[in-house]
């Protein structure tokens, strides 16, 4: 296995940091962990246990018994558990569909690995939990944009404050779908693993769909936010009169050579999406032009009556008014298209 490291995906989420939940209370990623075996694992493991497999298929219950013993390790353990899931579930596929028999024919064999599937499936109840229980772990987490494309909000809400002012956890919509990184078709014993289902909009959910990728790309693993650059194609298309049509312009993104990543962008049609957006390159230029302009306004050398008009503004709320977006690489995924942003601001400095 690669060695790879936790960190943020497009700067979406900080495992070692704890989150502010759309409730307003803070949590660490142990307390998420521990709702969420609270929430599922007796459900599930109660409906796993109810599933019967044929004596004469040996490999099933082994690979059942291990599912069981470990369902901890299946619910809340890191993506790294993943691969090793994965490669003994394909081990026993492949030991299953090369030992046919007379008592074992081939179709036999893809009956019964069928059957198991769908009660697996059945026993993890994905659609059952997704509308109340997943969207109270959507409300701790608190993701606001999509974890693939920064390009789209992914919010979720809590319930009106009761009688204590709690915010009410229980029934919480969430504008927000959870792509699972291994697709619980093939993988449905990962359908309700807490680090397989990733907050991601309608769209990035649909066009990843069940394609493979490695997990190197996981948004819990892999850094987009350092391997990927928006750029304009052409940069006289944001100063020469002849460019002024916005349509003209062409965005790039460069991925560092990170082919699997490119690919991934390119059926999530980033290119396509983004270049739908180009009004805000003319006001990104704009930006730049008045910078000098704003970087007086935030200096002490201001005005005093503006200076104490705007003394009771936070420095970095104050840069992103005047701006028009979040400066800090942290702070990415606060807002759809800030990394956009941020990429095309740098391409437009001398």
Not at 2 to 13: A, E, F, T
Not at 155 to 171: A, L, Q, R, T
Not at 316 to 321: A, K, V
Request: net charge positive; glycine share 4%; charged share 25%.
């Amino acid at each position: 296995m690669p060695n790879l490291k936790l960190v943020n995906d497009m700067k979406g989420i900080d495992l070692k940091m704890s989150r502010i939940g759309a409730d307003g209370k803070e949590r660490s990623w142990e307390d998420i962990e521990n709702e969420f075996v609270k929430l599922f694992k007796k459900g599930i493991l109660r409906s796993i246990s109810k599933i019967n497999i044929k004596k004469s298929y040996p490999e099933l219950r082994s690979f059942h018994e291990h599912l069981q013993r470990d369902i901890d390790e299946i619910l809340i353990g890191k993506p790294y558990v993943f691969p090793k899931w994965i490669r003994y579930w394909n081990f026993i596929l492949r030991n299953l569909r090369s030992n046919s028999s007379k008592k074992r024919s081939p179709k036999a064999i893809e009956k019964n690995i069928s059957s198991y599937i769908i009660k697996l499936t059945n026993a993890f109840a994905y659609k059952k939990f997704r509308t109340d229980g997943l969207n109270k772990i959507a409300v701790m987490i608190n993701v606001k944009t999509c974890l693939y494309c920064n390009h789209n909000f992914t919010i979720v809400v809590g319930n009106s404050p009761d009688d204590n002012g709690e915010i009410v956890m229980d029934n919480a919509q969430a504008f927000i779908q959870f792509d699972h990184f291994f697709d619980k078709s093939s993988f449905p014993f990962l359908s309700m693993s807490l680090y397989n289902l990733i907050p991601a909009c309608p769209q990035c959910n649909h066009k990843k769909s069940n394609k493979p990728y490695s997990l190197a790309l996981h948004p819990y693993v892999a850094d987009y936010a350092s391997q990927l650059t928006f750029k304009i194609k052409d940069p006289n298309a944001m100063t020469n009169p002849k460019f002024m049509k916005i349509d003209l312009m062409e965005v790039e993104i460069e991925n560092r050579g990170n082919m699997e990543l490119g690919n991934l962008m390119g059926n999530l049609a980033i290119k396509e999406r983004y270049s739908r957006h180009l009004d805000i390159v003319k006001e990104l230029e704009i930006a730049k032009y008045l910078q000098p302009y704003y970087e007086k306004i935030l200096s002490d050398s201001m005005p005093s009556e503006i200076r104490d008009a705007l003394s009771k503004f936070d420095s970095n709320l104050l840069r992103r008014h005047l701006f028009g977006f979040f400066q800090e690489e942290k702070d990415i995924n606060q807002r759809p298209l800030t990394k956009f942003c941020q990429d095309i601001y740098k391409q437009l400095s001398p």
